[in-house]
């Protein structure tokens, strides 16, 4: 079946550290990716998004390149900041599908 | 400004009653979804509507009901049946579900509660 997987949190970092959080999907054909970030006590919202192989997501400093080869669609950022503070969701859609399956989140907490 | 409202933010429910938790978007969306987030887990989807008046269940649809009589409409409600409702639930929509409308839209969500 289609499933998300994504490295298990809590990840705590220093400010300006550099982020990798790794996200790997199963799925078949050519499902769109997606990066959506929690912040505490609200909803989620759409961080980045990448529809097809190769296509490189960014946002707010954040990258996410999907690749194929190795179906892995993991996020970075090169600084980090403390307002970076939140839970984040990777998350794929299949074309032919209505709903989109979510990663289990990753926490990331980052010190002044 | 357009958005996805839920009310109430936080909301008790007694044993045995049904309560409905409000979801409304005015970005003239089709579809909407609701899904329920546990505590460190991702979020599990309950039901969906891609169109007025028609909705169809998600992976834990037991134990809740839906409406969608308006395109800005889709309330959710918890019914007795469902055993384990204390959970954090999200409403979401989308424009529609082809490629190029399927980014989903978050409400802030509703915090519900057994007393």
């Known amino acids: 079946g289609n499933s998300v997987t994504q490295m298990e949190g809590p990840v705590t970092l220093s400010e300006e550290a550099f982020l990798t959080i790794n996200c790997t999907y199963t799925a078949t054909g050519y499902p769109s990716l997606f990066w959506y970030v929690q912040y505490p006590g609200e909803g989620l919202q759409l961080l980045l998004k990448a529809t097809k192989a190769d296509d490189k997501g960014s946002n707010k400093g954040f990258e996410a390149t999907y690749r194929k080869e190795t179906t892995s669609f993991h996020l970075e950022k090169g600084s980090v900041q403390v307002s970076d503070s939140a839970v984040y969701f990777c998350a794929l859609r299949r074309s032919s599908a209505s709903k989109i399956i979510f990663g289990s989140g990753t926490r990331l907490s980052i010190r002044p | 400004d357009g958005g996805i409202t839920q009310s109430p933010k936080y909301l008790f429910r007694k044993e045995g009653q049904n309560v409905t938790l409000s979801c409304e978007q005015n970005l003239n969306h089709d579809a909407m979804y609701w899904y329920r987030q546990d505590p460190g887990q991702g979020l599990r989807l309950i039901y969906y509507s891609q169109i007025v008046n028609d909705f169809q269940k998600g992976d834990i649809a037991e134990g809740y009901s839906v409406s969608r009589e308006k395109k800005e409409s889709f309330p959710l409600t918890v019914t007795s049946a469902q055993k384990n409702p204390t959970a954090f639930y999200l409403c979401?929509?989308?424009?529609?579900?082809?490629?190029?409308?399927?980014?989903?839209?978050f409400g802030p969500g509703t915090r519900l509660l057994v007393l």
């Open positions: 979401a929509s989308s424009a529609g579900t082809g490629r190029s409308q399927e980014t989903q839209y």
